[in-house]
Each structure stands twice: as structure tokens, then as C-alpha cells.
């Protein structure tokens, strides 16, 4: 049996993918240790799962809601995942060197994993939990590509002494992309990247949720901006929650910094919801445009509304609209009347659910966390003829 090292960030749309995976792992009889923050892994994939500390940046990832674009691209780097890096590597180092792992798996925006992997010599997989990074989305960006480069050179004389030279977003050893094509589209793949659909597990999630308010034959909306989006998400949530107050629906909005006051009586503001039971009784989702979001909806078959607001949002949003499972509405200009016209549209427009329903077919038909285990199976070093096990 193998033992495998999860290196995550303190991102729960990063760490709730390898839950699955994880599980299925440790189903086989393999051995599973994580490298991050012990109170948000535990949260997500279980109080007794064993995690290795390592130190992080203060005050998280947070940001001004007029920070997008090109500006949000710099801030993203410069300002979390690089001294994320930093701060990650000593725990990193002690994990790999106390655990003894067969494969590290990294999480593409947690460089410091393959990074620290690579100078120690340990085989190492990376985890691709948004196909932004697939999408080539420098391509016709060569200065930013060039700036992005010389941030992860100069990070790999810091913490990795200058050993190594593989991209650590992209292990040569293969890379777990958590989509399929019929969301990802016809983006050129070298063959070391395995798309295994989307990792759904089960969660802990609220025993509070008011089931009742749901029992109607009204349809039902999900208004939800993710967990990573709490300084942009006022004003948006408040249009959404206006414009379907106004509407012949039940929304269930989720509203963790509690932004939102007055709403209609068809409107429940909850700071969270469980979002895997809620999705199977949902019709449409409003989002924006996060890939755990995305491939979670459409996993149950539910179009969308999508209002991206930066970083790999913009990308997935596009893949959405191409795949026919949804539309894109401005999240910085769409008021109350827009965004109940883009609910209304994919609630009765041709094709949407259609759309949704042919994705999540391919994602299931992908395999998720048994294919992504088959794959990290597959990735331990085979013994050599005769040899005897370490372990």
C-alpha cells in the first residue's frame, strides 16, 4: 500500500475536492497525511484526518471589490500565493521528511508542494481544482506569463534551493484536472493531464437548513458567491435577492458576512447552506463562477447564472456559456431587473437544463475520486524486481 501527501491551501473550494479523493484512498488501504491547516482540513474531511501544521500568511486572501483584472492577477500572487509559499515551505520540508510519502499531491496554487517535492527528490502530483491553468490563459499574455515566471524562479532559490526546473503548477508526473471536456472545451492537453471529473464527497453541512421552506412547487434559486468572496459580494447579493423577490420562486441566498438586510418573503438569507442536499432540490443557480460551484451544479444537472468577478472566474464562466449550461451577466453592472431576467431565461429558455444535465453525465461517466485514486495508484513507484518493502 502507498502513503500519499495532500498539500493544500487555507481555501475550502481547494481542499473540498481531495475529501473524495481521499476517502477513496484510504478505502483502498492506502495511507493519507495532509500538509495545511489543520482546523480547516479537519472541518472538511474529518476530525481525526492527520495533518501536518504549516505556517501561513496573515489575514488570509482578501481583497477590495474593485480589485479585478490585471490588478487582482498581481495582488493574487504577489501579495497570498507566493508568501503562502513562503510560509508554507518549513511545514512542507517536515512533512515530506517526517511522513515519507510515495506521491505528494499539490495543489496547482499551493507551489510550495511541488516545489519542496521536486528539490527532495519525491514523486509528486498536482492537483488542478480549476481548469484555468488548462485553458493556457497567458497565452496571449507573454509579459505577464514572463512576470508570473520570474516570481516562481526567484520563489525556488528561496525555499527550494534552486533544485529543480518543472513548473510547479504542472508536475511532469501528471496533473488531476477535476473537469471533462464537455465543460472544459477542445483546449489542447499533453497526456499527462487526466480528466477525472469532478471529486464529489460528502460534507459536513448545517442540520438546521429549514427543509419546510422549501416544500412548494415554486422553483427554487441558489444565490451563492463561494467563500473566498466576501469583500465584493454586498452589492451584488443585494441586486440578486431585489430582483428575485420579484420573482414567482423560492431563492435560498447565502450570505456568510451577513451583508444583507430587508428582504422579500419569498428570500432566505442563511450565512450558510448545505450546498450538496440543496442542489438536488434547486432549478438554477446564480454564482460566480467558482470551479467548485460550477462543477457542483452541474454535476446535479442545474444551469446557471454566472457573474464572475476575477482571477480563474472569467474562464470558467466563458466555459459555462460555451457549454450551453448557462449565462453570463456583469457582476460589477447588473442590477435587480438583469439578473431576474438571466434567472428567468435559463429557468425557461430552451436547452439550459439540457445543456446541464449532458455535462454532469460526462462527469459522472469520468469516474471522480475512484478514477483521480486509480490515477495516484497507478503513480507509486514500483519496486524493483526482488527488492523488499520499506515499509
Excluded at 242 to 248: D, I
Excluded at 313 to 336: D, K, L
Aim: contains cysteine.
Amino acid at each position: 500500500m502507498g502513503r500519499f501527501l495532500f498539500v493544500v491551501p487555507p481555501l475550502t473550494g481547494h481542499v473540498n475536492p481531495l475529501v473524495g479523493v481521499a476517502g477513496a484512498l484510504g478505502a483502498r488501504g492506502h495511507e493519507v497525511a495532509w500538509a495545511g491547516v489543520g482546523e480547516i482540513v479537519r472541518s472538511l474531511a474529518g476530525a481525526g484526518a492527520p495533518v501536518y501544521e504549516c505556517a501561513m500568511p496573515e489575514g488570509g486572501l482578501s481583497r477590495t471589490a474593485d480589485l479585478r483584472g490585471p490588478g487582482a492577477l498581481q495582488f493574487l500572487w504577489e501579495d497570498f500565493l507566493i508568501p503562502l509559499a513562503d510560509r508554507m515551505a518549513t511545514g512542507v520540508h517536515e512533512a515530506i521528511g517526517e511522513f515519507r510519502p510515495d506521491v505528494v499531491v499539490a495543489d496547482q496554487q499551493t507551489v510550495a508542494g511541488g516545489l519542496v517535492a521536486e528539490a527532495l527528490g519525491a514523486r509528486w502530483i498536482t492537483s488542478a481544482t480549476t481548469s484555468a491553468e488548462l485553458a493556457d490563459p497567458f497565452r496571449e499574455l507573454p509579459k505577464v506569463a514572463a512576470w508570473l515566471e520570474t516570481l516562481l524562479h526567484e520563489l525556488r532559490g528561496r525555499i527550494a534551493g534552486g533544485r529543480g526546473s518543472a513548473d510547479p503548477r504542472m508536475s511532469p508526473h501528471g496533473v488531476l484536472a477535476f473537469t471533462t471536456r464537455e465543460l472544459l472545451g477542445p483546449h489542447p492537453l499533453p497526456d499527462n493531464v487526466w480528466l477525472v471529473g469532478p471529486s464529489i464527497a460528502a460534507r459536513p453541512s448545517s442540520s438546521d437548513f429549514p427543509w419546510e421552506w422549501l416544500a412548494t412547487t415554486a422553483r427554487t434559486v441558489l444565490v451563492t458567491l463561494g467563500t473566498a468572496n466576501l469583500d465584493a459580494s454586498a452589492r451584488f447579493l443585494a441586486a440578486a435577492a431585489e430582483g428575485l423577490a420579484g420573482m414567482p420562486v423560492r431563492a435560498v441566498v447565502a450570505d456568510p458576512g451577513g451583508v444583507l438586510g430587508e428582504v422579500g418573503e419569498n428570500v432566505l438569507v442563511r450565512s450558510h447552506v448545505p450546498q450538496l442536499p440543496l442542489l438536488e432540490r434547486v432549478d438554477a443557480v446564480v454564482c460566480h463562477g467558482g470551479h467548485n460551484t460550477v462543477a457542483e451544479s452541474l454535476w446535479h444537472g442545474v444551469p446557471m447564472v454566472v457573474a464572475p468577478i476575477r482571477d480563474d472566474q472569467p474562464i470558467v464562466a466563458g466555459q459555462v456559456v460555451a457549454a450551453g449550461a448557462g449565462v453570463r451577466v456583469r457582476f460589477g453592472r447588473s442590477g435587480p431587473a438583469k439578473i431576474a431576467a438571466a434567472v428567468d431565461e435559463v429557468l425557461t429558455g430552451d436547452g439550459y437544463r439540457r445543456a446541464a444535465e449532458r455535462v454532469g453525465r460526462s462527469f459522472r461517466a469520468a469516474g471522480g475520486s475512484a478514477a483521480a485514486a486509480a490515477r495516484l495508484e497507478a503513480a507509486l513507484p514500483q519496486p524493483a524486481a526482488g527488492s523488499a518493502s520499506r515499509r
